[in-house]
């Protein structure tokens, strides 16, 4: 899992969006919503009377937090952190999905290979003492070529159950950068509570939790945009130095400049009805992502107990077949029975060892994606 994130592209953009959210809280936090400016001015009678009037001025302006503005933006840079630190898990929960569904699909291409490579060895010693056998006329050619047949059969069973290992090996090295471990070992099934009914602590589950953050900083913005209704207002503080003519000694003035902004009702409620709509837009994704999650939870539920079941079935479906493939050798070697019965034997006792090999990685594959559904890392 940590090889899988340290490779996956959202993980390099989390950092960057949460400085970008920290570095918000810093702006909010700070004495000015702006940096402050300095102008600096000349002004002389040079190139008219030229009688040595001189005049320099330095401004320096410092904007101002609005009434309440300074609360929402702090309030709003809290819930975008909030946020990006849900998302960070969340991502990484969608991660973990993508390799719990390779790592399965490559535990059954493994044990398709390893049920092929056991049919084909299988049909080759059978081949080997069915043409024993015709060679001394005990069988016929028929019997020779269906052995043959059987063989080929399974020859290109492996060919293709490789082919299908080989794409699941390298689908799990693409997510990992490694080669999967030899052992591939299951999950334990977990449970744990969606949501707080009593709304007193956050969701537990990483896409409710980052919903539910998204939905907080939408409305924050709400707050931020309700109490910004105009530009920031501006105290300038002024230092004039000046002199009249060159019979006169330079003197200073100092004096201050409030400049306020007017108020526009049409930006105000454009920014405002803006914010309000993602803030409805968010809300409403947070009630689909609860009945989601919800669904997919007892959806997963169901799958685990029918694939419980489904793997018992398939147990004692093998073990009959193994014990009927047992009499039909012995039959076959008696001469009680001929080829054809076999290979039919055969053939259901190679059906029922893959579907409860296909049911073992089933049910382990439920087992992880009932802890997906349930948000639970691995």
Excluded: C
Aim: charged content about 30%.
């Amino acid at each position: 899992m940590e090889q899988a994130w340290r490779l996956n592209p959202q993980a390099a953009g989390l950092d960057a969006r949460e400085a970008e959210a920290r570095a918000a809280q810093d702006v909010a936090t700070g004495l000015t919503p702006e940096p402050g400016s300095v102008s600096i001015g000349s002004l002389n009678d040079r190139f008219n009377r030229n009688k040595g009037e001189q005049e320099y001025e330095v401004e320096l302006a410092v904007p101002l937090w609005l009434p309440g503005q300074k609360a929402a933006r702090e309030a709003e840079a809290t819930s975008r952190i909030d946020e990006a630190v849900a998302r960070r898990t969340a991502v990484r929960l969608e991660v973990s999905g993508e390799l719990r569904e390779a790592w399965w699909a490559l535990a059954a291409a493994r044990s398709a290979k390893v049920l092929a490579s056991r049919r084909l060895e299988t049909a080759r010693a059978l081949e080997t003492d069915v043409m024993r056998r015709y060679k001394v006329g005990e069988l016929s050619r028929i019997d020779a070529n269906l052995a043959q047949s059987e063989t080929h059969a399974a020859n290109a069973e492996l060919i293709e159950a490789e082919a299908n290992l080989l794409q699941a090996e390298q689908a799990v090295q693409v997510l990992t950068g490694s080669p999967a471990p030899k052992d591939l070992d299951e999950e334990s099934p977990k449970t744990r509570r969606l949501t707080d009914e009593t709304g007193d602590s956050a969701p537990s589950h990483p896409l409710l939790a980052v919903t539910a953050a998204a939905a907080r900083s939408a409305r924050a913005r709400v707050k931020v945009a309700d109490e910004s209704r105009r530009a920031a207002p501006e105290l300038t503080l002024r230092v004039v130095r000046g002199r009249d003519d060159f019979a006169d000694s330079y003197s200073n003035n100092v004096g201050i400049k409030l400049k306020i902004p007017f108020s526009s009702g049409s930006q105000v409620r454009r920014e405002t009805s803006a914010a309000q709509a993602e803030a409805n837009q968010s809300d409403a994704d947070l009630l689909r992502t609860q009945t989601r999650v919800r669904l997919d939870a007892e959806r997963a539920q169901r799958n685990l107990q029918s694939a419980e079941r489904q793997f018992a079935m398939a147990q004692e479906r093998r073990q009959l077949s193994a014990e009927n493939l047992r009499l039909a050798e012995k039959a076959f070697v008696l001469g009680e029975s001929d080829l054809t019965t076999l290979l039919r034997i055969r053939s259901a006792a190679f059906d029922a060892d893959a579907f409860s090999d296909r049911q073992r990685v089933a049910r382990a594959a439920a087992i992880s994606r009932l802890n997906q559904s349930m948000g639970v890392l691995p």
